[in-house]
């Protein structure tokens, strides 16, 4: 049995317990949390190897039985791989004529070495982060996990966190190397496991992504039309500090009512529009001065000056989004679109004509028709979209949220006959 990255050889510990005749070699990168395993196991008075090493770099001798890979590697994210490994991770897979990512996190190389070191008939069991089933950036890890022979995925309740650092969902995995059976896909909560379902791979990698957290298998998606055909979606407007420049009773009296526009500024505004977003004069309005201020009069200055340096005393100068703006005030609203749809939440979004013809704020994406469309297919395209999109379309996070990323709103399928008049 192999611990991949074992730290203090909890897993390797456990097994030489269990399987007292295997031979089990933990392997952990960390001197200091090697040398705590192998004290481990001289205190358990068990047989443990400890190798201390890189698991990339490490190389196994063939042996006549089974080889088992277990670990819950270390969730390690793409900014911090070094550029050698990165190199060594698109290389093997190129070679195994799988795409690679370059998000993929350090869970991902582990799983390809596992694969890469086992033989036909070995098996493995990885706990990880689960966003790999639901990401773009997933799909090379999907894939892999098919060619490496996976046969069973156990989602974890997202509102259970399992690893104590990470806001993370997470999914045990299981393979039998070589094996090309049906993965059976279950659910863990408070300790219970409960069945769920069985999916070949190939209806596995017909799908854009896989079911999270309590999902059924999603039929395939028809081949009609999709909201993106129609429309392109956007993140909202990014502010870089709102409690600055969303107007408040105090900051509205230094600015010039021409630049205070009623912006949808909270998921509630989308939520109480019902379908039709009429009406501006109960939303908030975000301060988007004009770059050149010259264009002020004298009296407008002096209260604007005012109102920037109390801003600035606040810090909104210094947020990331201010540093890359030029001037630092200038927020620099989007056009309106056309509808604006609420992404993240416990239920599904929900979506509104913007007939008011309001900016968003980036609590909601905007979505921009590509053609011209009437605004009676728009309000049927909205009622529909509010009746039959469900959670199960977006991406699952830590806690149980579900966000819709603008690519995963394009992938919203339409009913067949939503051909949308000019
Ligand atoms: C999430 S911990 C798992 C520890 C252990 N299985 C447990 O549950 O207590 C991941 C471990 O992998 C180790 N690690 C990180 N990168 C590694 C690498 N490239 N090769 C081997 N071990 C690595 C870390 O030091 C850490 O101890």
């Not at 264009?295 to 109390?310: H, Q």
Request: with cysteine; aromatic share 8%.
């Amino acid at each position: 049995m192999i611990d991949a990255g074992a730290g203090t050889g909890r897993y390797a510990v456990a097994a030489a317990r269990r399987w007292p005749d295997a031979e089990v070699i933990a392997i952990e990168k960390d001197p200091v949390l090697a040398a705590a395993a192998r004290i481990h196991a001289s205190v358990a008075n068990v047989k443990v190897r400890v190798i201390c090493s890189d698991y990339l770099d490490v190389q196994l001798p063939r042996i006549p039985g089974v080889t088992a890979f277990v670990g819950n590697p270390p969730y390690v994210r793409h900014h911090d791989i070094s550029e050698g490994a990165k190199r060594w991770y698109g290389d093997r897979m190129a070679r195994l004529g799988l795409p690679s990512s370059l998000l993929a996190g350090l869970h991902v190389y582990f799983f390809l070495q596992s694969f890469l070191l086992s033989r036909p008939g070995d098996v493995g069991c990885f706990v990880t982060a689960a966003e790999w089933l639901e990401t773009n950036y997933g799909e090379s890890m999907r894939s892999l996990f098919c060619r490496m022979g996976g046969d069973s995925l156990l989602r974890a309740d997202p509102e259970q966190p399992i690893f104590d650092d990470a806001l993370t969902t997470s999914v045990v995995t299981g393979w039998t190397t070589g094996s090309n059976g049906p993965v059976r896909i279950g659910d863990f909560q408070l300790g219970v496991t409960h069945p769920g379902f069985a999916a070949t791979h190939e209806q596995l990698l017909a799908l854009p992504k896989w079911p999270a957290y309590g999902n059924p298998l999603p039929p395939v998606a028809p081949a009609g039309p999709k909201l993106g055909d129609y429309f392109r979606v956007s993140r909202g407007q990014v502010t870089g500090c709102n409690p600055v420049w969303v107007a408040n009773a105090d900051s509205a009296k230094l600015i010039p009512e021409r630049y205070l526009v009623p912006c949808v500024c909270d998921a509630q505004d989308i939520i109480e529009a019902n379908g039709v977003l009429r009406r501006s004069d109960q939303l908030k309005r975000v301060i988007d001065l004009p770059a050149d201020l010259g264009e002020l009069t004298r009296g407008e200055r002096v209260r604007v000056d005012e109102f920037l340096a109390t801003a600035e005393a606040f810090g909104a100068r210094d947020s990331y989004i201010s540093q890359h703006r030029t001037p630092w005030w200038r927020v620099g609203l989007k056009s309106p679109p056309a509808i604006i749809m609420s992404y993240m939440g416990r239920r599904p979004p929900v979506f509104a004509r913007n007939a008011a013809g309001v900016p968003i704020l980036n609590i909601a994406h905007g979505l921009v028709p590509t053609a011209p469309i009437s605004v009676s297919s728009q309000n049927r395209l909205v009622a529909w979209l509010n009746q039959n999109v469900s959670v199960a379309a977006g991406r699952t996070y830590g806690g149980g949220l579900v966000k819709f990323e603008p690519r995963e709103a394009m992938r919203i399928p339409l009913p067949p006959q939503a051909v949308l008049e000019e």
